[in-house]
Structures are given as structure tokens and as C-alpha cells.
């Protein structure tokens, strides 16, 4: 069929239409925008939250409460709309592998949260993109050019400067840190070779039973009775986190990663702005120069990765 200017794009697809998709796409960018600067706000919360919360109890009993609560949440927007079929996999394996080390990931940040500043612990966090390339080349055999190696060394010079200054309990909670954020990217890294068969709420849900399940059995060898206000706040953390995985995800659908994706980088001003507000943490300038150089390299990676092909009219 030919379009009005005579361009042939298909049997149903002329090139106005074309360009009418990419217009709807391009209109919808702004709304993406809000889903995920929404979603650093969520995200900021819940770390400030557990950071508060793993100074009276143990990082497994936070982690059990906000599972709880994700899945929960998890479940009411995702299972209305897919029932129980979203269960279906052929990975059963492979989804108990990845929630295992997303689980020692969670616990990781959270210890970190409880030694250092906040804004510290979600830079060094950053870095994890940089480590699901290493990972993704390793595993899922992509080509590593120079662009990827040189983010990758200077991403880790930045999380170096981060995790340099300080006494010992900041530098110890810089490698629980960089410990999540290796581990992090490993997951991201084998969520890139699940989505082949697996869709994002199969893969959220999975994620969300299994760290449950994880927490659950470790939970009595770490439980202490918590107040009634610490237990509806720990709640309320899983339900922060869930909302803003939930809109995390809807601004990656509703715009290209590309257009939203730097706006991820907002989580950081949050935290340090909460650091500040609620435990008086003042950013240092090595802090500030390595966020920097690590955002830097996220930033040039994102932007790299996005050029090597044309993004989806839908």
C-alpha cells in the first residue's frame, strides 16, 4: 500500500502513519518523564526508610516486611490483569537462581545504608550498569568495544573516589555498596537473557514470591518484635518500593529509555537531600566529583548504547 507521498512501508504501513506513531510516542515522553522522576522519589523513600529502620532492626526483618508488602502490592496491579497465568515458566530454575542473588544484593545495600551516608551508598549504587555490561559480556557473550571498557574503568575510579573517604565503618559500608551494585548488575545481566521467554510481570512476581520466601526462612534467626508504628512503617516501605517499581516500570513503557532514562539520576538528589534533612549528612566533594564521574559514565553508556539503533515507534 502506498502512503500519500508514495513511500512503501508494508502492506498496512505507510509512512504517515509512521510518523503519526512516532508523534503519539514523542507526546507520551513528558508523561514518562513524571512516572520515573515519581519513581527516584519512591525509591529515595524507601531507602531513607530502611536506613532508619536498620538502626533498630535487623536488615532481614526490614527486608521480610517489605517484600511482604511488595508482593502484595505486586500482585494487586499485576494479577487482574493476567491471572494466574502469569505464573508460566519453563525457567522455574533460572527465576530462583536470579531472586537469590537479588536477595543478597537487597541485603547488602541495606547494611550499607546502616554505615554510611545515604547519598554515598546510592552513588556507589550507580555504578551498577556498569557492572550488567561486564556481566552481559561475559554470560550473554555482547561485544565489549572501547566505548564500554573506558565507562566502565571510569565508573570505577568514580565509585573509588566515593568509597575513599571517611572512617572505617564508611569505607566498610562502601564495600557492602559496591557488593550490591556487582551483584545488581549481574541480575540485570540475566534479566537481559530471561526477557527472550519471560515478560516483565512474570518476572516481577517471580522476583517478589521468592524474595518473600527468602526472607521468611531467615526470618527467625534474626526477629525482634517490633513496635506497632515500626511495623505499619516497614509496611509502608514495601508498599513505597513496590509503587515505585510499578512506575518505574510504566515510564519505560511509555517512553524510550533514552528519554527517561537520565532522569534516574534524580534518586540521587533525593537522597542527599534526605541525608541532610534527617542525619544531618553533608556532601563532601569527593562524593560529589565521583557521583558525578560515575552519573558521568552511566550517563555516556545510556547514550552510547541507545545510538546503535532507531528507537520503536510503540
Request: hydrophobic share 55%; charged share 10%; with cysteine.
Amino acid at each position: 500500500m502506498l502512503g500519500k507521498r508514495g513511500n512503501s512501508l508494508g502492506p498496512f504501513l505507510t509512512s504517515d502513519r509512521v510518523e503519526h506513531r512516532a508523534s503519539l510516542r514523542a507526546d507520551r515522553i513528558p508523561l514518562g518523564i513524571l512516572f520515573m522522576l515519581g519513581a527516584t522519589v519512591m525509591f529515595a523513600l524507601s531507602s531513607a526508610l530502611s536506613k532508619w529502620q536498620v538502626a533498630s532492626y535487623s536488615f532481614v526483618e526490614v527486608l521480610f516486611f517489605r517484600a511482604v508488602a511488595s508482593l502484595v502490592t505486586c500482585g494487586a496491579l499485576i494479577l487482574p490483569g493476567t491471572g494466574l497465568a502469569v505464573l508460566r515458566t519453563r525457567r522455574l530454575r533460572d527465576h530462583l537462581g536470579r531472586s537469590a542473588t537479588q536477595a543478597t544484593a537487597q541485603s547488602l545495600i541495606i547494611i550499607a545504608f546502616g554505615l554510611m551516608p545515604l547519598a554515598g551508598a546510592v552513588a556507589i549504587n550507580f555504578s551498577s550498569p556498569l557492572f550488567a555490561t561486564l556481566f552481559a559480556a561475559l554470560w550473554l557473550k555482547e561485544k565489549v568495544g572501547i566505548a564500554r571498557v573506558s565507562a566502565l574503568v571510569v565508573g570505577f575510579l568514580g565509585v573509588v573516589l566515593v568509597a575513599a573517604p571517611g572512617a572505617d565503618s564508611f569505607r566498610m559500608g562502601a564495600l557492602f555498596a559496591l557488593g550490591n551494585a556487582v551483584l545488581f548488575g549481574s541480575v540485570t545481566a540475566a534479566v537481559r537473557g530471561m526477557t527472550t521467554t519471560e515478560s516483565a510481570e512474570t518476572l516481577t512476581m517471580y522476583q517478589m514470591i521468592f524474595l518473600t520466601l527468602f526472607f521468611t526462612l531467615a526470618l527467625p534467626f534474626f526477629f525482634t518484635w517490633p513496635t506497632s508504628m515500626d511495623a505499619l512503617a516497614m509496611i509502608g516501605n514495601g508498599i513505597i518500593n513496590a509503587v515505585g517499581q510499578y512506575w518505574w516500570t510504566r515510564a519505560l513503557s511509555l517512553a524510550p529509555p533514552s528519554a527517561v532514562g537520565p532522569f534516574y539520576y534524580f534518586m540521587l538528589v533525593w537522597s542527599a537531600a534526605l541525608g541532610f534533612a534527617f542525619w544531618g549528612d553533608v556532601p563532601t566533594l569527593a562524593l560529589l566529583g565521583g557521583s558525578a564521574i560515575v552519573v558521568g559514565s552511566g550517563l555516556f553508556l545510556l547514550w552510547h548504547e541507545s545510538g546503535k539503533k532507531p528507537l520503536p515507534a510503540d
